[in-house]
């Protein structure tokens, strides 16, 4: 178990609060991130307004983030400890017909078809002052360390600059979406 610092949402329209947080390690199918650089999304504001669907409090927010494995659970084989890694608020199991059709990018697993509240085994690797706090999107960022199902980090160039990248695991992927496909910019 590590002890680290996030910042939990304990209820619905209350400011955040930066609390000593246990992370238990990843279990099967599982990766713990060291979280390095994070960036705020107007979806996290929507999750504290009380506005986001399927969200239990207490939880630690964050979507956008970038970070090193730090440990990996039995059967991951996509990363290792030390690899630089995005984690992805929707996953991509590569197995499934919407991860396998070009033209989507909703895998089954992702928070539109269940809730990601929780991790697939439907408990928290995060506890807080002896209560089990939730996870967001299965990322929950806003911790300085996190527990992510495989499926849900992508691996990226050793190179790259995590305070910049941490931004593509959504606002300048949805904000880019957006200007090609919506608009048509």
Known sequence: VIRCRAAVAWAAGKPLSIEEVEVAPP????VRVKIVAT??????????EGNFPDTYFPVI???????????????????KPGDKVIPLCLPQCGECSFC????SNYCLKCHVS???NLLPDK?????????????FLWVSTFAEYTVIPECAVAKIDAAAPLE??????????TGYGAAINTAKV
Do not use: M, W, Y
């Open 123 to 135: 408990t928290s690797r995060f506890t807080c002052k002896g209560k089990q706090i939730h996870h």
């Open 39 to 48: 960036g705020i999304c107007h979806t996290d504001e929507s999750l504290l």
């Open 27 to 30: 279990k099967a199918g599982e």
């Open 100 to 103: 396998l059709n070009p033209e």
């Open 164 to 173: 910049k990248v941490c931004l593509l695991g959504c606002g300048f992927s």
């Open 61 to 79: 927010p964050g979507h956008e983030g970038a970070g090193i494995v730090e440990s990996i659970g039995e059967g991951v084989t996509s990363v």
């Open 114 to 116: 269940q809730p990601q």
